[in-house]
């Protein structure tokens, strides 16, 4: 076995242009706001040709304040795992010094998602710690948009919510769902349909 030729680390990047587009907008304090911004980081994504049409945002839930954003990475990182809602985890982890956000000594943590979680990110959220998930398009928009979804069903959503998972669906669905559309439209690739 070759080891030099060995890959021995992973880099997560954001792309160039977040950290001057947060920079831009008003910083909201609501679960309107929190959504906005996650759909409105899909759409920069899509428009700056930096991954795909998905975008989230994790918040301390006392404070509102934003702990970590992401935005989808599967192509230009090389890496099936990097959605939105798994770049934006990995980051808040890091930024708290924790693998779980439901650590004691740590705020609840809320994680704002331009739509449904597929089944990877749903189990990405239950390990992650976050207790409540605010969701902008549907899986039925995701996949009329080629996106295949995986094992996502009733029953997914009700383990995790007896588990203590909240879920908020369809808040902002149709701008989301316009983002989804305009990425196909716009010969994005569809990378797992």
């Known amino acids: ?3 030099p030729r060995l890959r021995r680390q992973a880099l997560v990047t954001l792309p160039d242009w977040t950290a001057a587009y947060l920079q831009t907008v008003p910083e909201p304090n609501d679960d309107i706001g929190f959504i906005e911004l996650a ?3 899909s759409r920069q994504n899509v ?15 006392d404070t509102c304040r934003i702990v970590s954003v992401g935005v989808n990475r599967v192509v230009p990182l ?4 990097l959605h939105a809602e798994v770049v934006a985890l990995m980051l808040a982890q890091a930024a708290v010094g924790s693998y779980s956000l439901d650590d004691p000594g740590i705020p ?10 597929c089944a990877m990110c749903l189990g990405a959220i239950w390990w992650s710690g976050v207790r409540r998930v605010v969701c902008a398009a549907s899986t039925e928009d995701a996949l009329a948009a080629g996106f295949d979804e995986g094992p996502v069903f009733a029953d997914s959503y009700a383990y995790l919510e007896a588990r203590g998972v909240e879920f908020v ?6 701008a989301a769902r316009q983002v989804l559309m305009s990425y196909v439209e716009g010969d994005g690739k569809v ?3």
């Not at 609840?108 to 979680?117: E, G, K, N």
């Not at 669906?169 to 149709?174: A, F, H, K, V, Y």
């Open 191 to 193: 990378y797992n349909g």
């Open 108 to 117: 609840p943590h809320a994680l704002y998602t331009s739509c449904d979680p």
């Open 1 to 3: 076995m070759d080891l």
């Open 78 to 81: 090389h890496n099936s795992s």
């Open 47 to 61: 428009e700056h040709g930096t991954g795909g049409p998905f975008g989230a945002v994790v918040v301390e839930r």
């Open 169 to 174: 669906r369809g808040l902002r669905r149709e």
């Open 39 to 41: 759909v409105s980081l």
